[in-house]
């Protein structure tokens, strides 16, 4: 799996294009003829046996490519009203930003990975899902059914 990073503002499918290409160099794959669109709100890469996600958060733009479904989600952890929105949608109150944001990311990513509805996966356990925060004050959850981990990539 490749997860590719930019700042550059940049079409999404465009993106999916350019970390589609470096998917193929570092695993050593035969570049194919591949189109991008969207099927409702989901990106689809078409021509390859391979599957992609995007999410956009602040300054940042996230894409992965995996050779098995999966999701990511990226969110600029900005102050809000945690308990209130916490109790709302996960169904616990949480006070704690990173805990926040952390159920957040898992969730939205797993929807993306998985689909189904997004408010039922956010009330539930979603620990497995892998979150980092590498970027200050950004936190991002990658979901894959992929048995290799995240390689990241910051193209621009």
């Known amino acids: 799996m490749l997860t590719v990073i930019t700042t550059k503002e940049i079409n999404s499918l465009d993106l999916i294009k350019l970390a589609y290409k470096e998917y193929v160099k570092i695993y050593l794959r035969p ?3 591949i189109s991008t669109y969207y099927e409702g ?3 689809i890469l078409e021509g390859d046996d391979l ?3 995007i999410s956009h958060s602040g300054k940042y733009t996230l894409c992965a ?3 098995a479904p999966v999701g990511v989600d990226i969110e600029e952890m900005i102050d809000r009203d945690f308990a209130h929105m916490s109790k709302r949608f ?3 109150e949480v006070k704690d ?6 159920n957040w990311t898992r969730a939205e990513a797993r929807f993306k990975c998985e689909g189904g509805d997004v408010l039922s996966i956010l009330k539930e356990n ?4 892998p979150t980092f925060r590498f970027i200050n004050g950004y936190s991002i959850s990658i979901c894959s059914k992929s048995k290799n981990r995240p390689m990241f990539t910051h193209i621009f």
């Open 31 to 33: 570049e194919k003829k």
């Open 41 to 43: 709100r989901k990106p």
């Open 51 to 53: 599957y992609c996600s």
């Open 65 to 67: 490519i995996a050779s």
């Open 90 to 92: 996960i169904g616990k």
């Open 97 to 102: 930003r990173e805990e926040f944001y952390t």
């Open 126 to 129: 979603n620990e497995n899902i």
